[in-house]
């Protein structure tokens, strides 16, 4: 039995002991405890925020309903993230299916605004610097979400969750090399994207 | 090792994720090459750049009440079980392993009957058949001597079925 004894006195256990009895207050604060680093895992992966949220909810929908089948074999979290990472990769499945509505461009209005559609819409408002702050900011947000799902999960999980690569191999499902070679390409693919910031910035 | 070896480790380096070995072979490349340590820069940047997609917090109410009542409203079954069963779970299971089997074996059925009938006589050879008479009309000659002829001669003699 691995490591049963230390594991039992994680409150998640009880936590989801008492979910899986319908203990609504046990769900509470479990929920309490992770929403925001699934949240963000959520946002940062699918890059809006209302989404983001559906996301998050639809995770913990999940934990809710198969408490009674978890054991604790191994930590809560790392099942949680396992959950999560199997429900961001499964959302970008179920959008690649949906067909894209997209709007006839207007010629007027694109002469108009004097820029391609591709180009970081420009913020009204502040400072010059901070105007090119926050349009730094939107395309390392883009850059982000071009990577391809697993690149950019392993990325995310590693900066922004601070997680060792074994612990995004075990979030992932995958070997270390695997994790290792993610990575490598996912900042590969950054610098590429980015390639001027990251060259000027020193 | 050479760059592209170097390039691909220096990640794994600077995450201090390396062997102490190769963290070595690292440290001595970068100490003679200007180009693998433009490339560290390099990632190093991307790294501070990526501090600015910023984190949003969760929504006032929390999670947990949106969820709650969504389990309240009852419409959620499909998150429990899933519409369809997943492949992992139909590898596991001997349902799926003898649905499996089944699939299988209709296709090698299938398979043989047709492989049986293009094996069958060419088109010369049934034509030799056809002109030497030799087709299902011999079912209907009856054996001489047999139960069933003396029956259907005594019928035919008038002298019915119980002599």
């Known amino acids: 039995m691995p490591n049963r004894s230390a594991e039992d006195s994680e409150p998640e256990v009880r936590w989801m002991e008492g979910i899986a009895r319908g203990d609504e207050e046990a769900f509470r604060k479990l929920v309490d405890r992770y929403e925001r680093q699934i949240l963000n895992l959520a946002y940062r992966y699918c890059g809006d925020a209302q989404e983001s949220r559906d996301l998050a909810q639809e995770i913990f929908l999940k934990v809710f309903l198969n408490a009674g089948r978890w054991k604790p074999r191994a930590r809560f979290s790392t099942w949680l993230f396992r959950v999560a990472v199997n429900h961001c990769l499964n959302y970008t499945r179920r959008r690649a299916r949906e067909p894209v509505v997209m709007a006839k461009p207007d010629p007027a209005l694109s002469e108009a605004a004097g820029q391609s559609c591709t180009a970081i819409p420009t913020v009204s408002g502040g400072s010059p610097q901070e105007s090119a702050e926050r349009q730094r900011a939107a395309r390392v947000r883009q850059a982000v979400l071009s990577l391809p799902p697993r690149q950019r999960l392993a990325l995310i999980l590693h900066r922004y969750h601070g997680f060792s690569y074994r612990k995004i191999a075990d979030h992932m499902e995958c070997s270390l090399g695997a994790v290792e070679s993610l990575l490598v390409r996912a900042m590969d693919r950054l610098r590429a994207s980015l390639g001027d910031l990251v060259r000027g910035e020193q | ?163």
Request: charged fraction near 20%; proline fraction near 6%.
């Open chain 2, 1 to 163: 090792m050479g760059c592209r070896r170097i390039q691909k480790r220096l990640q794994s380096f600077l995450d201090g994720e390396i062997d102490s070995v190769r963290k070595a072979k690292v440290e001595r490349h970068l100490a003679r090459c200007d180009r693998c340590r433009q490339v560290l820069t390099e990632i190093e940047n991307v790294g501070r750049l990526l501090e600015t997609y910023q984190e949003i917090g969760p929504p006032p109410q929390g999670l947990a009440g949106p969820v709650l009542a969504r389990v309240r409203a009852g419409s959620v079954r499909s998150f429990a079980t899933g519409s369809a069963l997943p492949l992992r779970v139909w590898l596991l299971s001997p349902f799926g392993w003898a649905t499996a089997g089944l699939f299988l074996a209709g296709i090698l059925a299938g398979r043989l009957i047709a492989t049986s009938v293009q094996q069958g006589p060419d088109r010369d050879a049934q034509s030799a058949y056809a002109a030497e008479g030799l087709n299902l009309e011999i079912f209907s000659e009856l054996p001489p001597n047999s139960l069933e002829q003396r029956y259907w001669e005594a019928l035919a003699a008038g002298q019915g079925g119980n002599g």
